[in-house]
Every structure is written in C-alpha cells, then in structure tokens.
C-alpha cells in the first residue's frame, strides 16, 4: 500500500470522519457508565447519559451521509444549502461541546443545568416528528429519535426538575439554549440556499 503523501487536514478529516470518532468515543463513555454511576448521583448521571444517547442518534442519522444528503435533496431542491463542514459543526460543536459543558456545569453548579442537553434532545426529537409529518416519509434520525430521545430525554426532564437547585431558571435557560441552536441551524441553511439560488 503507498504511503500518502501529505496528512488531511485536521478539519478536513473531520467532515468526513467525525461520525465514526463519535462512535469509538461513545463506546468509552458508556464504558465508563458503571465507574460514574457508583459514584455520581443518579441525576448527574442521566445528564452523562445524554450525550451517549444522542451520538447513537448520529450514527441513524449520518452514518452514509444520509441526513446532509437527504436536506440538500427534499428540503433545498437539490442544492448543497448543508455542507460537509456545517454539518460537522452542527454535531461537534452544537451537540458534543454544549453537551460537554452543560455536564460540567450540572456537575460543578448544580445539575440544574443538564437540562441543556436535555432540552437540546426532545427539541430535536420533535423536528424530526415534524419533519417527517410534513413530508409524509421517513428522515435520517427518525427511530431513534422516538424511541430513544423521547423517553430517556423525558425521563430525564422528570427527575431533573424535581432535583434542581435553580428551578425555572434552569428550564428557561435550557430551553432557551436549545431553541437558539435549532434556528441557529435552520436559518444559516436558509441562507445558503438563498445565497444559491441567487447564485444560479
């Protein structure tokens, strides 16, 4: 086999790859489920679930491309209005990192905060619903959507606002949080295809 000659950029190999790195990190966390749940509170460890959720949610919805190509081909009439990149930013830096932060915040201030993640996910469950009643069809994400954020993010919602110390301020922020980062999305991919329309 030749050796390549020059190593992808970082970013680069990371629109391409980022799903299956999710996955090989995903494998990690929920082998660390039982180090964490012996020793965090079952609260802290719903919030620590969410992510392990939502990245078996990824791999519905983007292994093969499929999410990306199915909005550029149903939603934007052909046009590549979501990109590789944006797509990797959407789920890095909008599910990963924010879940990331909002786990160290539940964990550091007050658990309270893990409903960002939580938030984050039944929002999303509910686009996908949506989505899906409006096209009369199947999209990338669907099952797991219903069947895993559904009740897990629900279940989750439960227990944290029984438990939280910042009671509605925890629920306005992550809903907030989640809602931002839903139309967030939805209007830079509106831009682009505007953007290409114009342009063809």
Known sequence: MAIPEKTPAPLKWLDDNW?????????????????????????????????????????EEHLGDRFRRFVNETVAGGQEALTPRATMWINVGCVWIVYFVALLMAGLFDVGWGLIAVYTMLLNA???????????????????????????????????????????????????????????????????????????
């Open 19 to 59: 799903p299956f790195a999710g996955a090989v990190s995903m494998l990690f966390l929920i082998g660390m489920l039982p180090l964490v749940a012996g020793v965090w509170s079952f609260a802290l460890v719903l919030v620590f679930l969410q992510l392990i959720v939502y990245q078996i949610h990824q791999l």
């Open 126 to 200: 509910l686009a996908h619903v949506a989505m899906t009643l409006a096209l009369h069809r199947y999209n990338p994400g669907l099952w797991t959507a219903i069947f895993l954020f559904l009740p897990v993010g629900g279940f989750t919602w439960i227990i944290l606002s029984e438990c939280n110390g910042l009671g509605m301020i925890a629920h306005i922020v992550g809903l907030a949080t989640a809602l931002a980062i839903h139309i967030g999305i939805v209007l830079s991919v509106k831009h682009r295809e505007h953007m290409l329309t114009h342009l063809a």
